[in-house]
């Protein structure tokens, strides 16, 4: 993990032919989880070490004192005690911290998810669209993302291996498809649903609901095949169509209930949703293998493309692990919840789709789906044909939802989302320079910012854990002694250019030992979130990592589309909103 690009080790090269031999050819989704390691709990001596070397990249000399003052004090006081229970939580569970995290910073958070946790997933960057007919498209993505959940089901998905040999926890893949977050009053569920039960996927259509079953009831028992899907996908759009104008504006806008407040939603469900067909329908949903919106929209950029696909599509079910939007032109993309999993997991099973898609290429010359020679069209059997969703809608009903969509979108006029393409150079004259391209982008962002705001601010950049069982994410924090150097030197009128890219490659090595820290289990940020939730399960706040009056415990929401100044006071109980948690430090 630590060796250069192109730099050989006998010992690694001798561990990575070992993995070959011993797991053979082709080895199982899960195949190496029984193997992987434990995430170690850090030193209390390390972690406080770490934290005040990033502190040092943002406080005065003053406020640096007094942290290492109250770092003091907490390593002689609360913090072994504190230590030992994350010691002992280490050795009865598979990670000491992944279950707090999905717990805490996602199940027990109140607001939205639309922006502030679930993420948007793109399609080809515009390079590729290998059919302008929206549903050929969409049948084609439905057969090849069940496919990739039946391998996950039968655990034949290819695990991921670093190098060929250094294998990732794969074990997020087991909720990618069929599951749904459940909102509750204090605390959401995450529940996913047999395979059994799950067999079909939901259509939202011109405003209306149905359920369509995209497995074949007898032999060859598999997924549909593309142009059974386009059959069938066909007779669902003409169903709306012909439907479109019995809609309620409140049906229509059903899916901004997932939007809003946790609390606010859960009081709605278990009020509107708890029994009757209400409640058959809402079930159907959150049983579904996942939720496929066929838009009217066409996008023609990918600032248009991102906005639709993170909150702008009133089609977007935020409970669902997966929602699926196919846009009028061919293009599509994705909206997935947070608490499930992370995101390159989704980005694994989204390139295995699109490169399926790619290489089985099941489009005739006029980009409908190819059909076999004397077959007109796809017909289920009696029962099994795609079925509407009803609802209910009382006034009170009603109401609750115009309530919602007024909301939700003052949060969408709120967000400022523009995504730019820079094409005069990219990683390859990075890696020619022998800089990171991660560390490179990472420091363009903090003289981004400075250049822009005139001081430096703490950042976040997730890192991956999945060398170890369960693993979920660390934080890098890009911002440190090296970056502050080269950023002040780079923004200076008199700056002397080859002095500042020593500096840079100073500041990008810096970040890539960061990194691989991380990565390897040597990061602060967690094993700090976990000694907090020991301390209040202890109802005992301490002194550490608070600081001083410029360097307390804020609690940022760990996301690109947070904002900073959203802080909980001092005096609130950080129980009543875990999602917000950083350490929310002073600028200089």
Known sequence: MYLEPGQKDVFTQVWFTVVKLLNGKDPLLYSFAGSLPRLPVPSLEETAKRYVRAMEALQTPEELEKTKQLTKEFLEKEGPTLQRYAVFKSWISDNYVSDWWEKYIYLHGRSSLMINSNYYVLDYFYTYIPTKHQLARAANIIHELIKVSVLIDRETLPPVLASGAVPFCMSQASRMFSTTRIPGKECDELKHFDYSESKHIIVVCKNIYYKLFVFHKSAPYGPLLPWELEDELKRIVKDAEARASEVEEAEGNLAVLTAINRTQWAQIRETHFGEGINSESLSEIESAQF????????????????????????????????????????????????SWGDAVMTAYAWEWTLTGEFMHNQYDENGWCRRPAGVQEH??????????????????????????????????????????????????????????????????????????????????????????????????????????????????????????????RKACSMHNKNSRDCMTGRGFDRHLF??????????????FPQGSSRSEVGLVHLSAASSANQQMGPQQDPRENWSWWRLRTSHR
């Not at 009028?328 to 947070?338: F, P, S, V």
């Open 291 to 338: 939720v496929l919106h066929l838009s009217d929209e066409e996008p023609q950029n990918l600032d248009e493309d991102a906005r639709l696909l993170i909150c702008r599509s009133k089609h977007n079910w935020y409970d669902k692990s997966i929602t699926v939007t196919a846009f009028k032109n061919g293009r599509l993309g994705a909206n997935c919840e947070h």
């Open 530 to 543: 976990a000694l907090y939730i020991i301390s209040v399960g202890k109802k005992n706040r301490v002194s």
């Open 379 to 504: 017909k289920f059997a009696k029962g099994r044909e795609p079925r509407r969703l009803t609802w209910d809608f009382t006034p009170e009903l009603s109401s609750l939802v115009h309530s919602a969509i007024k909301t939700v979108q003052e949060a969408r006029d709120d967000l400022d989302l523009r995504i730019i393409v820079q094409d005069t150079f990219g990683k390859d004259f990075m890696k020619k320079c022998k800089l990171s391209p991660d560390a490179f982008v990472q420091m363009t962002l903090q003289v981004a910012f400075y250049r822009d705001n005139g001081k430096f601010e703490n950042t976040y950049e997730s890192s991956m854990t999945r060398l170890f069982k369960d693993g979920r994410t660390e934080t890098v924090r890009p911002v440190t002694v090296e970056s502050v150097a080269f950023v002040k030197s780079f923004m200076s009128p008199n700056r002397d250019n080859k002095e500042t890219i020593q500096l840079l």
